[in-house]
């Protein structure tokens, strides 16, 4: 939730899956060239040589954050696009500047790239690619001039400090590794679990790695083992206002586990399965069947309790309001208040599936629903009754260049909206599908199939484009230091 990252609770997920799969093949990166498109400068060619890895990674969480312009925000953007992914795939990286659409250098790839995913740390911009010749590698670069720093094997690169002073690689199939980010040589070297979630707790200096069956903590400095505890496969770890907690579903039990000792600090037996948690700086809250419970201060005090109409199957939410999915069918949504836990609002739902996370606002909660067909379902809901102000069926949606207003993808078209009212600011055709955005200052980038645009977020016109040739399958922004 974007309230953890103003609380700069550093919450990484990473669904490693080591040594699962077969090697793709060995090989090596065919090309990995500074280039000349649009205005970067050419060098000397690298070739770079490696292992085929085994294993992919599932999912990052707690993605950068591209929710719109500060004052000190740099306006150079990192950026990755795939052409043809597949045996011909190949991949471009590089920064540009948001205010001039200038590329200020560009890397290619070749070797049967499928997928490229660009992450900024302090002065570098890692770039992970998935080619069929080497499986995944993370290649390294200055993010001012593109200079190759170093590559490692293994499918990410994780800033321990957020600043790019302390990097964290994957580097084989079975161990982690402190990397130095000017050479990417080794500080030390840790065992990693076959499929582990690691979580880096703020204000500590050890981050856990959670298994099948144990929780193990390890030292940042060093990488040793600090502790090792014992857990279900069903079991679940959430960090909260620097709490580690827990979540035992089948028994079903919360615990709050002692980050210095792995020791259990706190435990709490609960009425009912529970479906899903929110936590928040200094309370949480539970998301049973039937009810959900606002938990409070470190003994978790109960504060209220909401009976639901119906069963719940998914909840989620900020600090101002919870947002529940269930209903014999999955057809309902509910609508809390997160300070008094009164039921604002009980909705049908049309024809969905699954309901994505919402976009923060202080007074409206954007909620979707994906449809059986593909589709979107927009919600837009006042956080003070549980009215609907708005619905309406889109293709992919994004928040505007303020907070008041929602970019939207319809039948073709790109359009500003007023987050009140749906009123239409501007609309704009596409050269593709949309496939992300980034804000940079008054601009709105914008990636399709077919180029990279910076529009005016308020008028909408087009300040500079980049052509792509050939066309994109998957454009990628990461926001500079």
Known sequence: MRELQEEKVIRLVLLVLLALSEPVSDGRVEELALSEFAGG???EGLALSGPALRG???????PPDNSGPTAAESPLVGFTTVSSPGAEGRARAGVLDARTGRVLWGVSFAGGVN???PSV??????VVINSRSEGYACHVFSFATGRPRFRTDGAAVVDLSNAGRRLL?????????????ATGLEA????VTRHGVLTILPGRDFFVVEGPRHLTAYSL???RQAWEREKAPEDRLNVSGGRLWSLKPLEPRLVEVDPLTGGEKTALDLPGPLVAIVPQRDFVDLVLQREVRRLRGRDLALEWATPLPAEAASGHGDARSVVLGGGGDGDRTFLLDAGTGRLLSDHSVERFTRRDASLAHPRYFIQASRAHDGTTIL????????RIAWKDVVEDYEEGGSRDTLLLQREGRLLLVDLATRTERWSRPLDGPWRVSARRGELVLVGTARSIAGLESGTGREAWKIDLAPAASEVRFAPGP
């Open 115 to 117: 997928d490229a995913c």
């Open 379 to 386: 919600w837009v809901l006042d956080r003070r009754d549980g």
């Open 56 to 62: 992919r990674v599932e999912g990052i969480a707690a």
């Open 169 to 181: 690689g994957f580097p084989g199939r079975d161990r982690m590794a402190a990397l130095d980010p």
């Open 188 to 191: 030390w070297t840790a065992p």
């Open 221 to 223: 400095e060093n990488g």
């Open 41 to 43: 400068e050419r060098a």
């Open 121 to 126: 740390h302090g002065d570098l911009l890692a």
